[in-house]
Nanobody, 118 residues
Framework: QVQLVESGGGLVQAGGSLRLSCAASGLIFGIKSTAWYRQAPGKQRELVAAITSDGNTNYADSVKGRFTISRDSAKNTVSLQMNSLTPEDTAVYYC????????????WGQGTQVIVSS
């Protein structure tokens, strides 16, 4: 159906920036919304930011003003620009796409690690 591949994670110092990318392939015309989630050790996976096919966005309160989600339809990618990173942003970041083909679907990428050192 839809395959997602994340890239761009790594190690950065507090106050630094990283840009994550999520490349979608397959039946991408069925995607209604793409989101970034993250999961820190010992914590539940949480929504970070989402963007709909119409371009509407929403963010977790903890990242508002620091993170920006964007979509490049020509490249079938969704990016997450992360600025002013703190150690609390350390987590595995996952790309998620939801939509409908014959039936509703939800696809996940394999995740990319982000480590913010203090």
């Amino acid at each position: 159906q839809v395959q997602l591949v994340e890239s761009g994670g790594g190690l950065v110092q507090a106050g630094g920036s990283l840009r994550l990318s999520c490349a979608a392939s397959g039946l991408i015309f069925g995607i209604k919304s793409t989101a970034w989630y993250r999961q820190a050790p010992g914590k539940q996976r949480e929504l970070v930011a989402a963007i709909t096919s119409d371009g509407n966005t929403n963010y977790a309160d903890s990242v508002k003003g620091r993170f920006t989600i964007s979509r490049d339809s020509a490249k079938n990618t969704v990016s997450l620009q992360m600025n002013s990173l703190t150690p609390e942003d350390t987590a595995v970041y996952y790309c998620n796409a939801v939509g409908k083909l014959i039936q509703n679907f939800a696809s996940w990428g394999q995740g990319t690690q982000v480590i913010v050192s203090s």
